[in-house]
């Protein structure tokens, strides 16, 4: 029995840990080696990446190679994390783009969003902080049901509607939500849509929801994304319609709410409504960050985010940078929301009853 | 896995020697079977459409096969399942750290790992021809090909190495009986037409009225070795414990070379310990 044991198991190891051996050490031979991990590849690849994938040189009028010119002589191979990371966010910062972030591995750095510039006491910062808008402070204004993980709503004095989205859900998950809110509010006199806190999601799905607020179809967006390493290398356009979505369409007065940190799918959701002719868009301009931002790597670990596309409205204007400015500018501030109070819904809710 | 499939390696062996004195079935006997297998293997893959790191994954494998045997046919079904975590290979602990902050001057540090899962599925039918051989022949030689779709979905914070293949490749086989209860067998197949679907250039999948699988399918095109290039060897040790019952041992590696939307290239190895009805 001993015998036959070893004479299998002879025949089994002779067979496979050869195959095994020989695998593993081709291995990298069959996949190509990784490339090297110095701080000057990682930033070359960084800055390569971006000149081969960014989608906006065109638009933001940034030459990129002037970029590779002021910062790579700051780059060594002596360099610690700390210094790269340094130059590598002061790079991105000249983007001007929400969508840019900088994910460092280390466990020490902290992560570095792209975030809204603006100009503050004479200098030039980044919004990383929103401070016009919290939904614990919505909740003094009106009694809310969650019936998905991204969507609310409730009446406000029994008249006007209200739906707070602060990102996307899956389109199956959206359906049932925005089925069960538009049921509950279709008798109101109109409907406030809070996408103030909306930081994004998924485009299709917001596509979806703003044909929940449409009885005709219009083109809302085109967009185009990077196919090739030169800046001028694009897919072919697609053009976005919002057209009637669901059982149930809002066609009463809808005022938008948005923030500078209503981005990405919420804005292109903004895109949508801005085409139809009952809606009105109240609060701040929104983050200027519609573009697809996929992730990509570094030899360090680091991950990064680039806005890939080309993403403009029914006329071909861009908004990128720039973002989408509201038909009626409302701040709520710090002070208000620590106050317990909320200005901009204030205003929505008097221009609601109406 | 591991702590499953070391007993049952062992039981697989020890079956082997007490089942010397079994009833001796007919020699070449045809191999209908209906099994399952169990087993550990790797994933190692670069994918230079989004990423500069070799990730690997140890992933567990189950596998079901269904296999009918004429005197001139062989037919085959296999569905595999793969799971494990997934990490680059030279930065496996790799931690993110993010520092919060709210109106209210709360500010909160956040650390966890940026770590990653890894999933793929087959599921393939192969039809193959035995090429006839004298009653005293102790091979059996078949050819045919396979019709196989594969999917790879790693998940994490990137879509490097995402892929899913529709492919058809020749395949030929051979076994050799060694005795009524031990057999050794081999398999190379090369895919010559695919139908492989890669995230594109930009590495999204969204598109207007599109949900993300259809997304993602919107960039299969039919392609031939040039583009999509995946060889797989297959070996085989088959031991029938009695008349109704077998198990055995396999080996498989893979490579794969994907030149869509940019070179993709991985390997992948199998072990599995498969236990099968014969009828």
Known sequence: MTSTIHQYLRTILFLIVPCLFIMASCEEELIGPQAANTPVSNFDHFWKTFDTHYGLFDVKQLDWNAMYQQFRPRVSDQMSDDE?????????????????????????????????????????????????????VVKNYVSLTQPSENIRFGIINNLVGYINMTGTDSRKDTEKAMDRALNELKDTQSLILDLRGHYGGMDAVSQYVAGRFTSETKLYMTSRKRNGPEHDQFTAVNEWYVRPSGGVQYTKPVIVLTSRFTQSAGETLSLALRELNHTTFMGDTTAGSFSDNPNFELPNGWIFSLSVGDYRNSEGTSFEGRGLPPAIYSKTTRDDLLAGKDPTLERAIELGMQ | MKKLLYPLVICTLLMTAQAQDYEKRPWMSLENRIGLALGIGTVTYLDKNTSPLIYRSKPANVRLFYNLESNTFLFSLDVDFRIGSNQPKYHPNRTLYFREEDYTGKTEDKKFPAGGSFMAGRISLGTYYKIPSTQESTFKVAVGGRISNELFYPQGWTMAGMFNALSFSPEGMVQHRINEHHSLAANLRVPVVAWPARPSYDNTVSAPDKNLVSGFFSNAEWTGVKKFLAPALGLRYDYQFSQRWGAGLQYEANWYSIQTPQPFRGTTQTVLANFYHHF
């Open chain 1, 84 to 136: 790269l990371y340094t130059v590598l966010t002061e790079m991105i910062v000249q983007l001007n783009d929400n969508h840019v972030n900088l994910y460092p591995t280390n466990g020490e750095l902290p992560v570095f969003p792209g975030g809204v510039i603006r100009y503050e006491n004479g200098t030039l910062t980044i919004l990383k902080v929103q401070e016009d808008y919290a939904l614990e």
